[in-house]
């Protein structure tokens, strides 16, 4: 996130020991809790999102290498 984004603010409820781990963390690194939250949700969007591209790309992988089989045996003589 850049500086030049809007922030807001929501509230949500997170497991007690959980939270004393992010704090602690937050803590240990110096920074705020705030930071870390958005770190870990960008990250898990960021992983969703892979994992959602991710098949196309192998349905299309297989595609093309049965498509162009004959292409990839010559080529590889």
């Given at each position: 996130?850049?500086?030049?984004?809007?922030?807001?603010?929501?509230?949500t409820q997170m497991d007690s020991a959980l939270?004393?781990?992010?704090?602690?963390?937050?803590?240990a690194e110096g920074r705020?809790?705030?930071?870390?939250?958005?770190?870990?949700?960008?990250?898990?969007?960021?992983?969703?999102?892979?994992?959602?591209?991710?098949?196309?790309?192998?349905?299309?992988?297989?595609?093309?290498?049965?498509?162009?089989?004959?292409?990839?045996?010559?080529?590889?003589?």
């Amino acid at each position: 996130m850049t500086e030049h984004q809007s922030r807001e603010k929501f509230a949500t409820q997170m497991d007690s020991a959980l939270l004393a781990d992010l704090r602690a963390l937050a803590k240990a690194e110096g920074r705020q809790l705030q930071s870390l939250v958005e770190e870990a949700v960008g990250k898990l969007l960021e992983t969703r999102q892979e994992a959602k591209t991710e098949p196309d790309f192998e349905m299309l992988m297989k595609r093309n290498h049965d498509r162009y089989a004959s292409v990839f045996k010559k080529l590889a003589k």
